[in-house]
């Protein structure tokens, strides 16, 4: 073992809950990334989004085999409950709302009504321009206006047709206690504890440790007015420990129960998965979450999609996801995944060629160089590439790319940071000079509207939001995508997504490297744990989870 991952163990160890014949009645996580924030409203990590999973319901959610559900809401709204209603006039909507029935007596953690007009405030705050942080706007800018004519009764009026309306997502506020703070200076909400680090609960668990971000562990315990199914743990603690490796050893050394998907990179978890431990399970849960290469249109050397087409030439990807994984992820030649209704199964694809790759290089103007780096102008082409920190397969990943890139005339700079960092700001402000490797989770119908389209381009003038942040700019992939999310027919949103589709591939705002697999690894005797392999996290069943018997 490396003497910097012992001593890691044995600072870790203090405080480690001791191996017990016995099981308590709790089940410790060991995770990668620190959250960015516990809230609805800013947090973007998927880290967050975990514990989220354990203390935030929304109106529905999907379960592990992507069916959608009920959560706080006694059914989903469709047309044929009467639930979702469109008025038409000569072929064309031009009124739709759905209506959604609370549960009864839902409650927050402090013991205080959760109401319909906790979801109409929570609406009225993100769409409030005062309110700076928000990274996406995207399904709220579509509603006209939310009705609330009792407490267990929203009704929400589209401005135009939504397809995913069934799905939301609407989001509740506690207003007792966030409307004070919004009233007083909406644009200080983002930094406020009692948002984005101790949020009221209205899940299964609450949140027991405020000062977490001290300790780099989350302890969650049960929260006494949810009224839903009772919890078979009385206890969830979440453990951050950033580097993978020390991560994969705690597990190993019994100082966690499980690693959740934001930590087991493919290769440990095939490492582990070659171990036969009869009680360790390992779980290779075919995901949608796309790991890429964002690019920075804005600048000089990549605004040539010449330059971009060329580095994505000179990439041998079919080797790296067969040296690195095993054959267990796939090659990627889209954003969309193979998994995705809307994917496009005839996309252009782009082979590892490296004498494309220079001839392209050589038609954008780079000429080869004495030093064995491309020159243009007197100005030699070098590249940054940035990525989180602490992740040994992005590490492996950039130190191949730099090594085939060098062979087309191409000079690459790797530079890491911490997630918090990396995600909170240089990706969020596109800070990034050239390249930002990272990847996006997608569920079963998420579309490219704040992904692709020219007006979510963040920066200061919007506030930063929006997740455009490669700057593309494609005034026909933009109105496609616009379009996509307000088409109510299902094989028209196919065509749409496949025309967009081929113009991406084309342009390559980003460069496609593969689909990942969520790797997730548990104690044999932890029932329940169910993995999605989308955007819905692993805790979203949390309540179910027990110590128990495990047949073979």
């Not at 038409?88 to 402090?110: A, F, P, Q, Y």
Request: proline share 7%; aromatic share 10%; glycine share 6%.
């Amino acid at each position: 073992m490396r003497p910097w991952i012992a001593a890691a163990l044995v600072a870790f160890a203090v405080s480690a809950p001791a191996p017990s014949a016995e099981r308590a009645p709790e089940v410790v996580l060991g995770c990668q990334q620190e959250p960015d924030g516990l809230d609805d409203l800013f947090s973007q990590m998927s880290s967050g989004a975990e514990v989220r999973g354990c203390i935030s319901e929304g109106l529905a959610e999907r379960d592990d085999r992507w069916v959608l559900r009920p959560a706080l809401a006694t059914e989903i709204p469709s047309f044929q409950n009467g639930g979702w209603t469109v008025e038409r006039r000569d072929g064309k909507v031009v009124r739709m709302k759905t209506v959604w029935r609370l549960k009864e007596n839902l409650r927050w953690s402090d013991g205080q009504p959760l109401s319909s007009k906790d979801f109409e405030f929570a609406w009225r705050v993100k769409m409030d321009p005062k309110v700076t942080g928000i990274t996406t706007r995207t399904v709220e800018e579509k509603i006209g206006g939310i009705e609330c004519p009792d407490d267990r009764t929203l009704i929400v009026h589209w401005k135009a047709p939504y397809a995913y309306a069934d799905e939301g997502p609407h989001l509740a506020l506690p207003r007792h206690v966030v409307e004070p703070l919004y009233k007083a200076a909406p644009e200080k909400l983002e930094t406020r504890p009692e948002i984005r680090t101790v949020p009221l609960s209205n899940g299964p668990y609450m949140i027991a440790s405020p000062d977490w971000k001290k300790k780099a562990v989350i302890e969650l315990v049960l929260n006494p007015h949810w009224n839903g199914e009772k919890p078979r743990l009385q206890r969830i603690v979440y453990r951050f420990i950033t580097d993978s490796n020390t991560l994969v050893s705690a597990f190993d050394a019994a100082q966690t129960d499980a690693i959740t998907t934001v930590g087991v990179t493919m290769p440990q978890g095939l490492d582990i998965d070659r171990r036969k431990d009869p009680d360790v399970r390992v779980f290779f849960t075919p995901g949608m979450a796309w790991e890429h290469i964002d690019c920075n249109l804005d600048s000089p050397i990549l605004a040539d999609k010449r330059v971009r087409q060329a580095l994505l030439y000179g990439m041998d990807r079919e080797k790296i996801v067969k040296a690195l994984f095993e054959g267990k992820q796939a090659e990627a030649h889209s954003w969309l995944p193979p998994k995705h209704y809307g994917f496009h199964p005839e996309i252009k694809r782009y082979g590892f060629d490296p004498g494309r790759a220079k001839a392209l290089l050589e038609e954008a103007g780079w000429k080869a160089g004495v030093s064995g780096v491309r020159e243009k102008d007197g100005k030699p082409l070098r590249l940054t590439l940035m990525t989180t920190s602490g992740n040994e397969v992005r590490q492996q990943v950039s130190e191949i790319l730099q090594a085939q890139w060098r062979a087309i005339g191409v000079g690459l700079e790797i530079q890491t940071q911490v997630s918090t960092t990396f995600f909170g700001d240089t990706n969020r402000k596109r800070k990034f000079p050239h390249l930002a490797m990272y990847a996006w989770t997608f569920g079963p119908s998420s579309d490219g509207e704040n992904l692709w389209t020219k007006d979510r381009i963040p920066s200061e003038k919007n506030r930063w939001t929006g997740d455009n942040t490669c700057g593309w700019i494609h005034d026909e992939a933009s109105e496609i995508d616009a379009r996509i999310p307000m088409t109510l027919e299902k094989e028209e949103r196919v065509r749409l997504f496949r025309r967009e589709q081929e113009i991406w591939a084309d342009e390559l705002p980003a460069l496609p490297l593969y689909f990942r697999a969520d790797v997730t690894v548990r104690r044999r005797g932890l029932l329940e744990w169910r993995p999605t392999g989308s955007l819905d996290p692993v805790t979203w069943n949390c309540e179910s989870w027990r110590w128990g018997e495990e047949k073979e």
